[in-house]
């Protein structure tokens, strides 16, 4: 059924004659009276009883005041639909770097969980042109969100935020940090069989080793709180740095003697690379009484929850614990 009809009906009824609202819509009278029996015909009621003037049946008449509402309808449904093509939908750029594979799955479940509530959001992944650090990134404007792991101090009450000096990270100006859940996860070393003979392993005790990291920008914050976790703990680390495509990559490339910083995320992130690196290397946590832990923080722009409902609400779903 042409939704058109309507309106030509209810311009001969406010006419008041077939000829006068042939005349307004642009018709010939015969094809009018066409589209008028076709109507009758699909509703098997007899609309009009008179037709000079017209006069309209009991139905005619409830025909009539429907098309007067349908009219209505119709144009604020148009005028929506424009309003949707003028309105772009609202993108969150996600910096897609190799270091992000641990958080993948929770990236994935956020994202998801952001379009069922605001279903015009796109995320998407952009790539910013080498060289700049994720923190760089954000502030520059390349993407919205950008993502570090860092070395935080656990205080006696299990809590960060350590005294004494502790690692510490600082993003740029209108950069913010916003650590994300999984607060117990710990530092793991995958280290040589023949030189893991503990079931934990304490700083002091790798303080001659050489520790293998992502060559990556995003990695650097990391590098730097390991680097200040372990000069205050007495010695200055030598961290080597190896380019990789994926970060799984580094841990299955064989580059000698030294020792793979990994994390609890790291390794529950894929269970696959979990075994494969069980059949390379020992993964012996590192010690509790050194009091240390990695953590992913979030960096992105600051905002206004009310005004960035889809950007609050994909940050809010990242930081779930109930997430992967």
Request: charged share 25%; glycine share 8%; hydrophobic share 45%.
């Amino acid at each position: 059924m042409d939704i058109g009809v309507f309106r030509e009906f209810a311009e001969i009824v406010m006419q008041g004659s077939y000829s006068a609202a042939a005349k307004a819509l642009n018709l010939s009278q015969p094809t009018l009276s066409r589209h008028i029996a076709a109507l009758e015909k699909e509703l098997n009621a007899k609309l009009v009883a008179d037709v000079l003037p017209v006069r309209l049946t009991p139905a005619g008449d409830a025909v009539f005041q429907a098309a007067l509402s349908m009219g209505d309808l119709y144009t604020g449904m148009q005028d929506d639909l424009a309003e949707l093509r003028r309105a772009s939908p609202e993108r969150i750029r996600l910096h897609d770097t190799p270091a992000l594979g641990p958080l993948l799955v929770r990236l994935v479940a956020a994202a998801n969980g952001t379009v069922r509530a605001h279903p015009r959001t796109v995320v998407e992944y952009v790539a910013p042109r080498s060289g700049k650090t994720p923190g760089e990134a954000v502030a520059e404007g390349l993407c919205d969100l950008s993502f570090v792991q860092l070395v935080e101090e656990v205080s006696s009450e299990g809590q960060g935020g350590g005294q004494g000096g502790g690692p510490t990270f600082q993003p740029p100006e209108g950069v913010l940090a916003t650590a994300l859940s999984r607060s117990e996860n710990r530092l793991v070393f995958g280290m040589p069989f023949g030189a893991a003979n503990a079931a934990e392993a304490n700083l002091a005790s790798l303080r001659h080793e050489t520790f293998f990291l992502l060559a990556h920008k995003s990695c650097e914050p990391l590098k730097e709180t390991f680097a200040a976790a372990c000069r205050n703990r007495g010695f200055r680390p030598i961290v080597k740095m190896f380019p990789c495509a994926r970060y799984e990559e580094l841990y299955l490339m064989d580059h000698g003697d030294g020792v793979h910083v990994l994390s609890e995320d790291d390794l529950s992130a894929d269970a696959s690379l979990a075994r494969r690196l069980e059949e390379r290397m020992a993964l012996v946590p590192l010690a509790a009484s050194d009091g240390l832990r990695l953590r992913w923080h979030a960096l992105h722009r600051d905002f206004e929850p009310a005004v960035d409902g889809a950007f609050a609400c994909f940050l809010k779903l990242l930081a779930e614990p109930s997430l992967p």
